[in-house]
């Protein structure tokens, strides 16, 4: 792909804001000012949104913001790692390791929602993999290979742990019930 220079003037929408006279704001900011140059800025605080959800605010504020998110309101076991960061000052990382894990914990809630509303989520579609496998085929591979090893390197760890205590029930069996103490006997 060549890179060419485009005359800006040209383009479909450039310098829309340009004119005055066709500002959306023009009737609420009149004359038009920053808000440093805003002599009220300071003096009065924005219309308070009503607040009719639960809403976790940081510690190290003493009022809630005046606009705030209200889409996703914490519920369920990720609400409530969410509940337990928001004891913690945002400097630490008792706040924002647990946000974290309270992410990937409603990722886990939204799929088993969606499966006993009898919806299968398409985790495929969802995370991008038929894009990924088109433009960044290589790498793409590489990191599905390295989660079926890992995958299978768990899978291989967790159930030899329970051949080996098999093993040592037979054993044990094997002399009575009494433990040996040498690793060849």
Same mark, same amino acid.
């Given at each position: 792909?060549?890179n060419?220079? $485009?005359? !800006?003037?040209k383009?479909p929408?450039?310098?829309i804001?340009? %004119?005055? /006279?066709? @500002? !959306?704001?023009?009737?609420?900011?009149?004359?038009?000012?920053?808000?440093?140059? @805003?002599? /009220?800025?300071?003096?009065h605080?924005?219309?308070?949104? !009503?607040?009719?959800?639960? $809403?976790?605010?940081?510690?190290?504020?003493?009022? #809630?913001?005046?606009? &705030?998110? /209200?889409?996703?309101?914490?519920?369920?076991?990720?609400?409530?790692?969410?509940? &337990?960061? *928001?004891?913690?000052?945002?400097?630490h990382?008792?706040?924002?390791?647990? $946000?974290? $894990?309270?992410?990937?914990? %409603?990722? #886990? /809630?939204?799929?088993?929602?969606?499966? #006993?509303?009898?919806?299968?989520? %398409?985790? *495929?579609?969802?995370?991008?993999?038929?894009?990924?496998?088109?433009? %960044?085929?290589?790498p793409? #591979?590489l990191?599905?290979?390295?989660?079926?090893?890992?995958?299978?390197g768990?899978?291989?760890?967790?159930?030899?742990?329970?051949?080996?205590? @098999?093993?040592?029930?037979?054993r044990?069996?094997?002399?009575?019930?009494?433990?040996?103490? *040498?690793?060849?006997?």
């Open positions: 792909m060549e060419t220079v $485009l005359d !800006p003037q383009l929408g450039w310098g804001d340009a %004119n005055p /006279e066709n @500002d !959306p704001t023009y009737p609420m900011r009149e004359p038009r000012l920053n808000i440093t140059q @805003d002599p /009220e800025s300071k003096t605080r924005p219309t308070q949104q !009503p607040i009719d959800i639960e $809403l976790l605010k940081s510690i190290e504020r003493p009022t #809630v913001s005046a606009v &705030f998110g /209200e889409a996703a309101p914490p519920s369920g076991l990720s609400g409530m790692i969410r509940r &337990f960061a *928001f004891k913690y000052s945002e400097s990382y008792g706040h924002w390791l647990p $946000l974290l $894990l309270a992410d990937r914990v %409603n990722v #886990v /809630e939204g799929v088993l929602g969606d499966l #006993v509303h009898g919806k299968v989520p %398409n985790i *495929f579609a969802e995370k991008g993999y038929k894009m990924e496998w088109k433009y %960044n085929r290589g793409f #591979v990191k599905m290979a390295t989660i079926a090893a890992v995958t299978t768990a899978v291989l760890l967790l159930t030899s742990k329970d051949k080996d205590k @098999d093993k040592l029930k037979d044990q069996k094997s002399r009575g019930g009494r433990r040996s103490y *040498f690793p060849y006997e």
